[in-house]
């Protein structure tokens, strides 16, 4: 098995092993660091420029004729066309991050963003009260700051406040209703939570309302899995158990409590300073989280309980952060098309785009967004549990130990996370094998696998052994015992491929009836967008190989990172990027595709793998 190298990331000085020959813009996502890509990898554009500070990483022609031979030989490449040849330590300036820590936020789209949070505070300082001085600690709080609807805790702080330091407080409003009144100048110290709260995993970013940046990130598995992988489990347990509705909307919100701390002690930062939390969520997700029944999402017409955005204080879901602050939750599209995807296209502006642009989320259930001409048609799709590692045989979830990348060059070749031995395979793997078995002629469009004396000529004997058939069907293997964490032998079975093609169908049926729905060819789509944390590890030639992306050019295919938080940020941020999320649901169509009778047909071609492939863009 070829050795990987490791790559030190600066200045976090995290670090990930990689295969030699793999693009560093996939490896510096692999870290977690996502890269600007607005010319989708085409070396135009130069956003994903970063600078090897040791190590040696031969430049491209594509590279010198974007950067210069001076700016190459300081060092600096384009991350999106640099390949690993051996250890490096890399630099990536802020700039070229998709998140830049600046007070006006530029999204990948170059669009600027100013900083204009719902929470203001102002510090004051008052005169104490003569003795024969009528009015009230309110009155004269107000006489400065103007009249404002105030908030009971605010009225308790107030006189303790005033009197701790010397009448020098700091009102805290959001809107204009205030909520605190805090001892001193605290005007520094205003932060808020932005939530990506997704069926697996939940993030958390808390961000510095006052200048825009990111503080810190913690992320967790999101409890709710101890009741099942998917959201339709859940909605079952709330529909069948007395109390189910309870314990989950608990164990997700101790889940995000538990991030509140992890944030507090990572940034050091005191909670009580947390004035707005934002969620972005699935439509299962923010109603089970919001105490909201879930169960006419079980049954058709799956009626989502809300569409427009909710308010509520964080005291209502006994959040770990000031009691008074303000909790956003964003609005939902239809059944299965929730917040996430709103903030999705808020956080890429999907529906400004001039050429038809498809917005793809890859996960257990996948959600797809077309805009065209400014309106925007959006479903969702049962992807099945196959990408994230289940009802595949060695699948597992992409941590340690998982093949997470496969390429057949003569033999098979792995990447492994963690540089440990292969316990198994991640989605991102099983869509890798799958695409290169086609390639190499080993599994026809039908999703069989062939075996030995079926493979065409050129097929190197070494891929030839790892035919294995057993009861009529042919396996591939892919680790030999001897290799394998686990001591057995690692198998794609031909069953695997079958899980692949049902996941893989029912994303592209969804797409493909949006097209059909918009009037459009996929030669038409001028760009597709894969978020998730999912899309931001496909290899996107494995995917189109595959059939799960229609045909078109790797140039066109852009990775944008986990949307859902970059969207919920931005509400967190912006007054106005909130009633850009209103404005979406006016533009936007929800397709319910269990209504559709051209979803099962659409689907059954789908199943069939694509005879050849459009064009190769060597990832
Ligand atoms: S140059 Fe545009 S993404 Fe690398």
């Known amino acids: 098995m070829e050795k990987e190298v490791k790559i030190i990331f600066e200045p976090s000085?995290?670090?990930?092993?990689?295969?030699?020959?793999?693009?560093?813009?996939?490896?510096?996502?692999?870290?977690?660091?996502?890269l600007q890509t607005p010319c989708g990898g085409g070396a135009t554009c130069g956003k994903c420029v970063v600078r090897i500070r040791a190590g040696i990483c031969p430049a491209s022609e594509s590279e010198l004729a974007a950067l210069g031979a001076s700016r190459v030989a300081e060092g600096f490449r384009l991350a999106c066309q640099a390949r690993l040849s051996g250890p490096l330590t890399v630099e990536i300036p802020d700039t070229s991050l998709f998140q830049s820590r600046q007070q006006i936020l530029t999204s990948d789209t170059g669009e600027t963003m100013e900083v204009l949070p719902r929470v203001r505070k102002t510090c004051v300082q008052l005169t104490p009260p003569l003795h024969d001085e009528s009015g009230s600690d309110l009155d004269r709080l107000h006489a400065t700051i103007g009249p404002c609807p105030v908030c009971l805790s605010a009225v308790r702080d107030l006189p303790g406040a005033l009197r701790q330091s010397n009448f020098m407080a700091t009102a805290v409003r959001v809107d204009n209703e205030l909520i605190a009144v805090e001892p001193g100048d605290?005007?520094?110290?205003?932060?808020?939570?932005?939530?990506?709260?997704g069926s697996t995993t939940l993030v958390g970013t808390l961000v510095d309302l006052v200048t825009g940046a990111d503080i810190a990130v913690a992320a967790r598995v999101n409890p709710q899995t101890s009741f099942g992988d998917d959201?339709?489990?859940?909605?079952?347990?709330?529909?069948?158990?007395?109390?189910?509705?309870?314990?989950?909307?608990?164990?997700?919100?101790?889940?995000?409590?538990?991030?509140?701390?992890?944030?507090?002690?990572?940034?050091?930062?005191?909670?009580?300073?947390?004035?707005?939390?934002?969620?972005?969520?699935?439509?299962?997700?923010?109603?089970?989280?919001c105490g909201i029944d879930p169960s006419p999402l079980g049954e058709l017409p799956f009626t989502p309980a809300f569409r427009e955005a909710l308010e509520t204080r964080a005291s209502d879901l006994h959040l770990h952060v000031h009691p008074c602050a303000k909790v956003y939750v964003f609005p939902q599209i239809g059944g299965f098309v929730g917040g996430d995807t709103v903030s999705g296209i808020v956080a890429t502006r999907l529906d400004r785009f001039t050429k038809p642009a498809l917005l793809v989320d890859i996960g257990t259930n996948g959600e797809i967004v077309l805009a065209h001409n400014g309106n925007m048609l959006a479903t969702s799709v049962a992807a099945g549990p196959a990408f994230e590692g289940a009802r595949i045989v060695h699948g597992m979830r992409a941590t340690t130990g998982a093949i997470e990348k496969i390429i057949?060059?003569?033999?098979?070749r792995l990447n492994v996370i963690g540089n440990s031995k292969p316990a198994g395979l991640c989605g991102t793997a099983l869509i890798d094998v799958a695409a290169e078995l086609l390639r190499v002629?080993?599994?026809?469009?039908?999703?069989?696998?062939?075996?030995?004396?079926?493979?065409?000529?050129?097929?190197?004997?070494?891929?030839?052994?790892?035919?294995?058939?057993?009861?009529?069907?042919?396996?591939?293997?892919?680790?030999?015992?001897?290799?394998?964490?686990?001591?057995?032998?690692?198998?794609?079975?031909?069953?695997?491929?079958?899980?692949?093609?049902?996941?893989?169908?029912?994303?592209?049926?969804?797409?493909?009836?949006?097209?059909?729905?918009a009037g459009l060819n996929a030669s038409d789509l001028g760009e597709v967008l894969l978020a998730g944390a999912f899309g931001n590890f496909i290899r996107r030639n494995h995917a189109r190989r595959i059939g799960m992306l229609p045909p078109v050019p790797c140039s066109r295919i852009?990775?944008?990172g986990?949307?859902?938080?970059?969207?919920?940020?931005?509400?967190?941020?912006?007054?106005q990027e909130k009633a850009y999320a209103?404005?979406?649901?006016?533009?936007?169509?929800?397709?319910d595709l269990s209504l559709d009778p051209e979803f099962q047909m659409e689907f059954s071609s789908a199943l069939l793998f694509p005879e050849h492939d459009l064009d190769e863009c060597g990832e």
Do not use: W
Request: glycine letters at 8%.
């Open 408 to 412: 057949l060059d003569g033999d098979v």
């Open 558 to 560: 852009r990775f944008v």
């Open 231 to 289: 959201v339709i489990s859940r909605i079952q347990k709330c529909r069948t158990a007395p109390d189910g509705l309870q314990q989950l909307q608990a164990s997700v919100l101790d889940g995000i409590n538990r991030i509140v701390d992890e944030l507090e002690r990572k940034a050091g930062i005191d909670r009580n300073r947390v004035y707005e939390v934002v969620f972005a969520g699935n439509t299962t997700m923010q109603q089970i989280l």
């Open 13 to 34: 000085g995290r670090s990930v092993y990689a295969l030699a020959g793999t693009v560093l813009l996939e490896v510096a996502a692999r870290a977690g660091f996502i």
């Open 441 to 517: 002629g080993l599994l026809d469009s039908t999703g069989r696998i062939l075996s030995s004396n079926e493979a065409p000529g050129g097929v190197s004997p070494a891929l030839r052994a790892r035919l294995i058939e057993d009861r009529g069907e042919v396996n591939f293997l892919l680790v030999a015992a001897a290799e394998s964490g686990t001591r057995a032998p690692l198998f794609i079975y031909q069953r695997d491929i079958r899980e692949l093609q049902l996941a893989n169908a029912a994303i592209r049926a969804g797409i493909n009836i949006l097209l059909k729905m």
């Open 186 to 197: 605290t005007t520094s110290a205003c932060y808020g939570i932005a939530f990506d709260v």
């Open 582 to 591: 209103d404005r979406i649901l006016g533009k936007v169509r929800h397709v």
């Open 562 to 575: 986990n949307t859902a938080s970059f969207g919920a940020k931005r509400a967190l941020l912006s007054t």
